[in-house]
């Protein structure tokens, strides 16, 4: 892609998600994540009501009188988006590829984020960490990240959700909001996450495409895994075919839903045929009302 046809793009993609922030994300977005740290203010003496862990041991010590700490909700965060580049997100058979929804999603977050003043960052992986671009605040990162998002070339073509969590969680040393986002075909990686959601807050965005979980009756056809090239014929008109092809998949994503339920992690699903707004609407909501 020439360089003005891939401005061409990051500008048409600026209009459209800048927009949607201003008007719809603005302030469900700050509702559901603002303040998420804790950052130290100072000690008072202890009152009735007050949490027993709050109270600092050493002052109450020195004084023989229990004081506690008093912290302050930070105001500002650091934002990073874990994003799968791996071949299977350049499946797409309804209005746009996976890869084409991630970006829109992405520039949204990040849009979201810098008009509540927060950092934003991106961890691009596949089956290997292809590229870290460190937090930062402003209209031209943001737009570096989408010209990345638009135009990146990843090195392999595999996944390996569990790698890009054990990264995230050795660069970032203090705590921040993570979104992962992926299609979530590779192998498990439930320890990782559960790991990464004890020192972050993660939420979990996966993409897919209706395809993918149903066939609809094309007699035989070729079907190519995007991450091995390996190459297979189905025959779809086949209605056993068909059935075991969506209960497989319905299993895989009830494994899926449960790996992110027992590790903490709020989830949501977006599908390539869709408007993501529904659905982002309904995750900042519901972060909200456990506020």
């Known amino acids: ?57 050493n002052v109450t010590a020195r004084f023989n009188h229990p004081y506690v700490k008093v912290f302050d909700e930070e105001r500002e965060m650091t934002v990073m988006l874990l994003v799968d580049v791996s071949a299977s997100k350049n499946f797409g058979t309804q209005t746009q590829q996976k890869r084409e929804l991630a970006t829109e999603v992405c520039a949204v977050l990040a849009f979201s984020a810098i008009q509540n003043n927060d950092k934003i960052g991106v961890l691009f992986f596949s089956d290997q960490i292809e590229k870290f671009i460190p937090p930062k605040k402003g209209r031209s990162h943001i737009l570096m990240i ?5 135009d990146f070339k990843p090195e392999h073509r595999g996944t390996d959700i569990a790698e890009a969590l054990r990264y995230f969680t050795r660069v970032m040393k203090k705590r921040c909001t993570s979104f992962l986002i992926s299609d979530f075909m590779g ?11 004890r020192k972050h807050d993660m939420i979990a965005m996966r993409l897919y495409d209706q395809h993918e979980e ?30 075991g092809f969506k209960q497989a998949a319905l299993e895989r994503n009830g494994l899926l839903a449960d790996t992110f339920r027992r590790s903490g992690v709020d989830y949501t699903k977006i599908g390539t045929h869709q408007s993501y707004v529904q659905p982002l609407m309904t995750l900042f909501k519901k972060r909200e009302t456990r506020r």
């Open 214 to 243: 149903s066939f609809p009756n094309l007699g035989l056809i070729p079907m190519m895994d995007e991450e091995s090239g390996q190459l297979t014929w189905v025959n779809t008109g086949n209605k056993k075919v068909r059935q």
């Open 187 to 197: 192998a498990p990686f439930e320890n990782e996450l559960k790991i990464a959601n």
């Open 1 to 57: 892609m020439d360089t003005k046809e891939l401005l061409k793009k990051v500008r048409k993609i600026e209009i459209k998600t800048r927009g949607l922030s201003n008007q719809i994300f603005s302030g469900e977005y700050q509702s559901a994540f603002k303040g998420r740290g804790m950052a130290f203010s100072e000690v008072r003496e202890y009152q009735m009501g007050d949490e027993i862990r709050t109270i600092d041991w």
């Open 146 to 150: 989408i010209r990345e998002l638009i």
